[in-house]
């Protein structure tokens, strides 16, 4: 079956600027993740998604980072006002519940410049 | 919370070696402890994983043992092969919260 896609697979945008990432779970998991990976580091946790509704917000770095997920399905993740410290890899993961497995996405490069 | 720490960082082994790379817990509510590997450029995919009710978990070269009384948990890897080259990251979560993982161990296989 299809598995966790993200989109865009890379995104280059200039400093200050809004970005959009979007993530689609598979189909009837019910929890959300997203991470952060700066090159050759280890995966940051920035929210998770119960359904619609996020539980932990803990890891957003600042409030230039929101994230929604509506349905119980597909999640964005905004950054606003990209600095050159944003740039990393975005991973998405989803699981039928807690605890469970987690399937990741192949990521989003995002690169401010 | 949760507080899972991983060791080592790194870890060069000569192929046919066998390489274990271990992680401690904090939270003694943990249940569920699973292990991922990650090739370069890639995404991080489960590997093995195993809850606190069995001690120890086999899928042909690749073992996980757990030690709930000392709160560590191990991956081993036995007769290593080139290909088994990536960074492995382990996790811990107990049934109401997220996954929490290690900072991970980056393995090279020496042909």
């Known amino acids: 079956g299809a598995g966790v896609s993200q989109s865009p697979s890379n995104k280059v945008t200039e400093k200050g600027k809004d970005v959009e990432l979007r993530c689609d779970p598979i189909?009837?998991?019910?929890?959300l993740y997203w991470y952060r990976q700066s090159l050759g580091q280890g995966l940051e946790f920035l929210i998770y998604f119960q359904g619609n509704s996020a539980p932990d917000k803990s890891g957003l770095p600042s409030d230039r980072f929101s994230a929604e997920r509506t349905g119980g399905s597909v999640s964005t993740l905004t950054i606003q006002r990209t600095q050159q410290e944003d740039s990393a890899v975005y991973l998405c993961?989803?699981?039928?519940?807690?605890?469970?497995?987690?399937?990741f996405g192949p990521g989003t490069r995002l690169t401010v410049l | 919370g949760e507080n899972v720490e991983q060791h080592p960082s790194t870890l060069s082994v000569q192929e046919g070696d066998s390489a274990v790379i271990k992680c401690t817990y904090s939270?003694?509510?943990?249940?569920?402890f699973p292990w991922y590997k990650q090739e370069l450029g890639k995404r991080p995919q489960l590997i093995i994983d195993?809850?606190?009710?069995?001690g120890e978990k086999k899928d042909q070269r690749i073992a996980v043992t757990l030690n709930k009384t000392a709160k560590h948990f191990s991956l081993h890897i036995t007769e290593t092969q080139p290909e088994d080259s990536a960074v492995y990251f382990c996790a811990a979560s107990n049934n109401t919260d997220k996954l929490i993982f290690g900072t991970g161990t980056r393995l090279q296989v020496f042909p």
């Open positions: 993961a989803s699981s039928l519940g807690l605890p469970d497995t987690q399937y």
């Open positions: 195993i809850r606190s009710n069995v």
């Open positions: 189909s009837g998991h019910t929890a």
């Open positions: 939270d003694s509510a943990s249940n569920y």
